[in-house]
């Protein structure tokens, strides 16, 4: 079963602009992923946060957490034609036998 | 490395025929795990490994086997391909323990059941 849902389904932005995604889970976690994938290809890992983390950045990539809400979000800054891709967030592993579990994804266009 | 390698790319199946899509990770992951994709659905988890000779099944598992000889392969059997598993098929491993968060994925088998 879907642990985290992606809000919106569907992103279309202007190249330079910046693009937030949403990510709302339903148990516990101890940590969350984002993860990439471009069209016809496998999904690549992008950034984990902690359940004790707020906030991490890596390049132009931010990701907030906040577990009294069950929520994250994914913000890239100044998105360029490349950006575009679907990104999926996910929830897990939990211990060395643990799952990981993805949203249904967002799918993000960056117009040039 | 290759990383996690899957073959073939792209299947054509009859109703009813069986087949094994084929994973190979050369990273030493002790995790391994089959993953389907299919349009509005995100991925589902078909069935995963933690070891050589340890196997479990995921949230669909029905229509599928899977074994583990080695800790290097990983292979997906469809016993007698229906028209549901019209489907892009993921393999994917990782690290056991508290520095195996990252999960890394193949390139997707594409599979049309007919």
Redesign the interface.
């Known amino acids: 079963s879907q642990q985290g849902e992606e809000d919106p389904q569907a992103l279309s932005i202007q190249e330079g602009e910046n693009a937030t995604m949403n990510c709302s889970y339903k148990t516990s976690i101890n940590n969350l992923q984002w993860y990439r994938q471009n069209s016809g290809r496998g999904l690549v890992h992008l950034i984990l946060i902690r359940s004790n983390e707020r906030e991490k950045h890596s390049g132009r990539l931010r990701v907030t957490l906040d577990t009294s809400k069950k929520s994250s979000s994914l913000l890239i800054t100044a998105s360029r034609a490349a950006d575009t891709a679907s990104y999926f967030c996910a929830t897990g592993p939990w211990g060395s036998q643990g799952n990981l579990i993805f949203g249904k994804g967002t799918k993000l266009s960056v117009k040039p | 490395n290759a990383g996690?390698t899957q073959t073939p790319k792209f299947q054509v199946l009859k109703t009813g025929q069986s087949m094994t899509l084929q994973c190979a990770q050369d990273m030493n992951h002790?995790?391994m795990?089959w993953?389907r994709q299919d349009p509005?659905?995100?991925?589902r988890?078909i069935h995963?490994s933690?070891g050589a000779g340890i196997t479990?099944q995921?949230?669909v598992p029905n229509g599928y086997n899977v074994s583990r000889s080695t800790t290097e392969d990983f292979p997906l059997r469809l016993l007698s391909a229906a028209p549901s598993q019209t489907s892009v098929y993921?393999c994917?491993s990782?690290l056991?323990?508290s520095s195996?968060?990252?999960?890394?994925?193949?390139?997707?088998s594409w599979l049309t059941v007919v």
């Open positions: 996690v002790e995790y795990s993953y509005g659905m995100g991925l988890l995963y933690v479990d995921g949230e993921f994917a990782r056991t323990g195996g968060n990252t999960i890394y994925f193949g390139e997707g």
